[in-house]
């Protein structure tokens, strides 16, 4: 039931009230679909359940009934071949405990990049606005719906719209506005005005308006407190996107009151972006403003009036344009220059006294090995007794511009000090090596376990993180070590899309699941297993987190565990599997990789490990091709003793072949220009 309080749709009444809105103007693009005389080419994925049309036409559904059960429903585009950027509009409705999500799946690749997903349930239709990246591939969009269960659940799809350009993109020509929407206030908010609206000769009698059609206005004329505010806010971005965000405005507002325009993203962490000068517009005046949006956010335009004689203000052709506007504008700046995992130097780190030194162990039960892969390189502070206390030094890293948000993840191990006060610091440092700012400090105890830190800083000016490790006696020294430094652009705690070829097990087991014909399971646990003297001192991903392993004693000698991943397409292209396995203890058993194909009667084996391997977690890299459906096998074991745990963590598929994919990683080394320009 979607919002008449009947199971029978209400089509009829909303088409009425759609047409009466304004006519659809925008150039729809192969893809768009108002289910009025058929599916448009849209298909239910066998695999699944069925989307139904409804018998009145107008829509497409997927419904809860108790005799015919239905979890999970995947409606499947046609081929789409767009090489502009576009965005797609959907009215849709979820009722009972349900959601929406939509995937785009590129052509010959495993996986599905998912863009947006809905899990509130509501009373009327609502608009989604998802953005398309330009492709050279075609590809095809996924509309999933899911199902609890629990009576009265249903998924319904009014229409899907897809257009040229950019979501935040608009001229509120169209009955659904874009996607933009109003943040209620009883006394103040944005209108439709325009040549259907009472209010437009208000605002149009005070300057050429530019297409003389619809447009956005707010008025103080109910505002009965100080400071009343109206927020229209854009669609939330889905995919990366710079340039230029340009508008129209007519304002007319007495001294004190306020207008501005400012991006919010999904923490509500918000950055002006403009505020005119003059409070009286001479007619429509034209904005633009640069704007870079590398992790999702909204545009918002905010009003605020301290009074009923506040006056009024209105916007209107709001457009974006991939290139900047103004010159001086800094370019996009690729952050990655500023990684290393110290596999082929310090890359473009640099030391201050020469205490930290890049080196590499073999790993036992008193020494970790590297965080990359286990066998690798790592920096390190002395190791205990080697020098003479007491002892500082700085790592400095590469100056990176400012006014941009950063997210720095690095990984630490700690061993041997008695006290952690200056163990290990980190300072934002200006391009005159002055310290702005500590941002961090080490306070946790644990020991000889890599641990993953995120931290999120901004600057206005140049900068670089610079980590510095004192010890101030002899009898406090101990040894910590540093891997695997990463900088991306945005907030840490903001992830621009779902990667349904990553698996760290944090939230679940991510569609990996046990064969049912085996002996054993894989077992999902966070810290440590609980036998002595096997298994790992904790995740790999975080050192905190979840992974999954075999208990053996639980299981008898020869007895096998086998871990499925879910079913995976195929792809005309070689794929690069990485994986992070811990084998250790004695008798530590078997772990394979198998290749599972669709109708196929025998696994192929891709890869093979047997006996202890180390006490860290390994790095494991797998190439195999394969162009039909197919699934990975992890298949553990058990070997002659108790104390052999096998473990796996951070589950990765890769587009390409493993050494192709390091090569590209390794590469930013050599891109000095890059970075150069900015120092």
């Given at each position: 039931?979607?919002?008449?309080g009947s199971?029978?749709?209400?089509?009829?009444?909303?088409l009425?009230?759609?047409l009466?809105?304004?006519?659809l103007?925008?150039?729809?693009?192969?893809g768009s679909?108002?289910?009025?005389?058929g599916t448009c080419g849209?298909?239910?994925?066998?695999?699944?359940?069925s989307?139904?049309i409804n018998?009145?036409?107008h829509?497409?559904?997927?419904?809860?009934?108790?005799?015919?059960?239905?979890?999970?429903?995947v409606?499947?585009?046609?081929?789409?071949?767009?090489?502009e950027w576009?965005?797609?509009?959907?009215?849709?409705?979820l009722?009972?405990?349900?959601?929406l999500?939509?995937?785009?799946?590129p052509?010959h690749?495993?996986?599905?990049?998912?863009?947006?997903?809905?899990h509130?349930?509501?009373?009327?239709?609502?608009?989604a606005?998802?953005?398309?990246?330009n492709?050279?591939?075609?590809?095809?969009?996924?509309?999933?719906?899911?199902l609890e269960?629990?009576?009265?659940?249903?998924?319904?799809i009014?229409?899907?719209?897809i257009?040229?350009?950019?979501?935040?993109?608009?001229?509120f020509e169209?009955?659904?506005?874009?996607?933009?929407s109003?943040?209620?206030?009883?006394?103040?908010?944005?209108?439709?005005g325009?040549?259907?609206?009472?209010?437009?000769?208000?605002?149009?009698?005070?300057g050429?308006?530019?297409?003389?059609?619809?447009?956005?206005?707010?008025?103080?004329?109910y505002?009965?407190?100080?400071?009343?505010?109206?927020?229209?806010?854009s669609?939330?971005?889905?995919?990366?996107?710079?340039?230029?965000?340009?508008?129209?405005?007519l304002?007319?507002?007495?001294r004190?009151?306020?207008?501005s325009?400012?991006?919010?993203?999904?923490?509500?962490?918000?950055?002006e972006?403009?505020?005119p000068?003059?409070?009286?517009?001479?007619?429509?005046t034209y904005?633009?403003?640069?704007?870079?949006?590398?992790?999702p956010?909204?545009?918002?335009?905010?009003?605020?009036f301290?009074s009923?004689?506040g006056?009024?203000?209105?916007?209107?052709?709001?457009?974006?344009?991939?290139e900047?506007?103004?010159?001086?504008t800094?370019?996009?700046?690729?952050?990655?220059?500023?990684?290393?995992?110290?596999?082929e130097?310090?890359?473009?780190y640099?030391?201050?006294?020469?205490v930290?030194?890049?080196?590499?162990?073999?790993?036992?039960m008193?020494?970790t090995?590297?965080?990359t892969?286990?066998?690798?390189?790592f920096l390190?502070?002395?190791?205990?007794?080697t020098?003479?206390?007491?002892y500082?030094d700085?790592?400095?890293?590469?100056l990176?511009?400012?006014?941009?948000?950063?997210c720095?993840?690095?990984?630490?191990?700690?061993?041997?000090f008695?006290?952690?006060?200056?163990?290990?610091s980190?300072?934002?440092?200006d391009?005159?090596?002055v310290?702005?700012?500590?941002?961090?400090?080490?306070t946790?105890?644990?020991?000889?376990?890599w641990?993953?830190?995120?931290?999120?800083y901004?600057?206005?000016?140049?900068?670089k993180?610079?980590f510095?490790?004192?010890?101030?006696?002899?009898?406090?020294?101990g040894?910590?070590?540093?891997?695997?430094?990463?900088?991306?652009v945005?907030?840490?705690?903001v992830t621009?899309?779902?990667l349904?070829a990553?698996c760290?097990f944090e939230?679940?087991?991510c569609?990996?699941?046990?064969e049912?014909?085996d002996?054993?399971d894989?077992?999902?646990?966070?810290?440590?297993?609980?036998?002595?003297y096997?298994?790992?001192?904790?995740d790999?991903s975080?050192?905190?987190?979840?992974?999954?392993?075999?208990?053996?004693?639980?299981?008898?000698?020869?007895?096998?565990?086998?871990?499925?991943?879910p079913?995976?397409?195929?792809?005309s292209s070689t794929?690069?599997l990485?994986f992070?396995y811990?084998?250790?203890g004695?008798?530590?058993g078997?772990?394979?990789?198998?290749?599972r194909?669709s109708?196929?009667p025998?696994?192929?084996?891709?890869?093979?490990?047997s006996?202890?391997?180390?006490?860290?977690?390994?790095?494991a890299?797998?190439?195999?091709?394969?162009?039909?459906a197919?699934q990975?096998?992890?298949?553990a074991?058990?070997?002659p003793?108790?104390?052999?745990?096998?473990?796996?963590?951070?589950?990765?598929?890769?587009?390409?072949t493993?050494e192709?994919?390091a090569?590209?990683y390794?590469?930013f080394?050599e891109?000095?220009?890059?970075?150069?320009?900015?120092?």
């Amino acid at each position: 039931m979607l919002g008449c309080g009947s199971q029978v749709w209400c089509t009829s009444a909303l088409l009425l009230l759609l047409l009466s809105l304004g006519p659809l103007c925008a150039q729809l693009l192969p893809g768009s679909c108002n289910f009025e005389l058929g599916t448009c080419g849209y298909t239910s994925d066998p695999h699944y359940g069925s989307w139904d049309i409804n018998e009145e036409g107008h829509l497409i559904s997927m419904d809860w009934h108790p005799q015919e059960p239905q979890e999970r429903a995947v409606l499947l585009s046609p081929v789409l071949e767009q090489p502009e950027w576009s965005c797609a509009r959907l009215v849709y409705q979820l009722t009972g405990n349900s959601s929406l999500l939509l995937h785009l799946r590129p052509q010959h690749h495993n996986f599905d990049q998912t863009l947006w997903e809905a899990h509130t349930a509501s009373d009327s239709w609502l608009i989604a606005s998802v953005d398309l990246p330009n492709s050279t591939q075609p590809y095809q969009i996924l509309l999933e719906g899911r199902l609890e269960s629990v009576p009265e659940s249903s998924v319904a799809i009014f229409e899907i719209h897809i257009v040229p350009g950019y979501c935040i993109a608009c001229n509120f020509e169209e009955h659904h506005l874009c996607g933009y929407s109003n943040s209620w206030n009883p006394n103040v908010n944005w209108y439709l005005g325009g040549s259907l609206a009472t209010e437009s000769n208000l605002l149009e009698a005070q300057g050429h308006h530019p297409h003389r059609g619809h447009y956005m206005y707010v008025d103080s004329v109910y505002a009965k407190q100080f400071q009343e505010v109206a927020y229209l806010a854009s669609p939330m971005t889905t995919a990366p996107m710079s340039g230029c965000l340009s508008f129209f405005y007519l304002r007319n507002q007495a001294r004190g009151n306020l207008f501005s325009v400012f991006t919010r993203d999904k923490l509500g962490h918000y950055e002006e972006l403009w505020r005119p000068e003059a409070y009286v517009s001479m007619g429509w005046t034209y904005v633009s403003v640069d704007i870079k949006a590398p992790h999702p956010l909204e545009v918002v335009f905010e009003v605020a009036f301290n009074s009923a004689r506040g006056g009024s203000v209105a916007i209107d052709e709001i457009s974006f344009s991939p290139e900047f506007c103004h010159n001086d504008t800094e370019p996009d700046f690729d952050p990655s220059v500023a990684n290393c995992d110290f596999e082929e130097g310090l890359c473009l780190y640099s030391l201050e006294f020469g205490v930290w030194s890049r080196t590499s162990v073999k790993a036992n039960m008193y020494r970790t090995g590297d965080h990359t892969t286990g066998t690798g390189f790592f920096l390190q502070t002395h190791a205990p007794f080697t020098f003479l206390a007491p002892y500082m030094d700085r790592l400095h890293g590469p100056l990176l511009p400012g006014n941009t948000k950063y997210c720095l993840t690095f990984f630490y191990l700690l061993n041997g000090f008695r006290k952690l006060d200056h163990a290990l610091s980190l300072y934002i440092y200006d391009e005159n090596n002055v310290a702005l700012e500590k941002v961090w400090s080490l306070t946790d105890t644990s020991r000889a376990m890599w641990h993953k830190v995120d931290l999120t800083y901004t600057k206005p000016m140049r900068s670089k993180v610079v980590f510095v490790s004192l010890c101030r006696t002899f009898w406090e020294c101990g040894s910590v070590a540093l891997d695997d430094i990463s900088v991306s652009v945005g907030d840490c705690q903001v992830t621009s899309v779902s990667l349904a070829a990553q698996c760290d097990f944090e939230r679940d087991m991510c569609g990996y699941f046990q064969e049912k014909e085996d002996s054993a399971d894989w077992l999902r646990v966070r810290a440590v297993t609980p036998t002595s003297y096997t298994g790992p001192r904790g995740d790999h991903s975080t050192g905190v987190g979840h992974f999954v392993y075999i208990e053996a004693s639980l299981m008898r000698p020869g007895h096998r565990a086998r871990l499925l991943s879910p079913l995976l397409r195929g792809s005309s292209s070689t794929q690069c599997l990485v994986f992070h396995y811990h084998m250790y203890g004695s008798g530590t058993g078997i772990l394979r990789v198998l290749l599972r194909r669709s109708g196929q009667p025998k696994d192929s084996v891709l890869w093979r490990r047997s006996g202890e391997q180390g006490v860290s977690w390994m790095r494991a890299t797998v190439d195999y091709h394969c162009n039909t459906a197919h699934q990975i096998v992890f298949e553990a074991t058990r070997g002659p003793s108790l104390r052999s745990d096998i473990s796996l963590d951070d589950i990765e598929f890769k587009h390409g072949t493993c050494e192709d994919l390091a090569e590209s990683y390794s590469g930013f080394s050599e891109n000095f220009n890059d970075i150069e320009s900015y120092q």
